[in-house]
């Protein structure tokens, strides 16, 4: 799979990763791939309630 935009959040706590994906998010046009990695065991959940 191709992504668009690619945030590198490994190493980040709670809430930052989500907030990084929200600011690339409203920079993208609508179709296109966000990619997050994350190692914060915390952040599956985060982006699932979301």
């Known amino acids: 799979m191709e992504f668009d ?3 590198d ?3 980040l706590s ?3 990763p989500i907030l ?3 600011k690339a998010l409203a920079g993208m046009q609508s ?3 966000l990619r997050v990695a994350t ?3 915390g ?3 985060d ?3 979301v």
């Open 43 to 45: 952040s599956l959940r």
């Open 47 to 49: 982006f699932q309630a």
């Open 39 to 41: 190692t914060d065991k």
């Open 5 to 7: 935009v690619d945030v």
């Open 31 to 33: 179709g296109q791939v």
């Open 20 to 22: 990084r994906a929200k």
């Open 9 to 11: 959040a490994r190493g």
């Open 14 to 16: 709670c809430p930052l």
